[in-house]
């Protein structure tokens, strides 16, 4: 019966440091990524990203989902590297970004540019 209330002391006692420790590593860990959807063609069908406008924070992902209206693509002012030129032309095809550095980013669809699918990211 003593053997067996040490045991269980014991145990209570390492099952108290494992929580305080994982507690400890999950407040070190930084703020994940979150990847935000944006859709091409609005789903009534008009020639617009939905949302036009997002705020998101630096490390974060834009996903940009073939939603109606296309081929559709995504062209970033300035940034050639972050721009997916190529026309998507497949429904629910999706290209991405990862925005890694603070700024606003201005863009559009060229295709649809005239009538007037363009969009703005800010980088916070
Ligand atoms: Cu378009």
Redesign the pocket.
Known sequence: MKKQSIFGRLSLLFISFTIALSSLVFHAAPALAETHTVL??SKSGQ?VFEPSTLTIKAGDTVKWVNNK?????VVIDGQDALSHKKLIQKPKESVETTFSEAGEYSYY?????G?G?VGKITVQ
Not at 69 to 73: I, K, R, S, T, V
Not at 109 to 113: D, E, G, Y
């Open positions: 091409m063609g020639l209206g296309f081929p559709h693509n669809c060229a295709p649809h540019r009538a699918m």
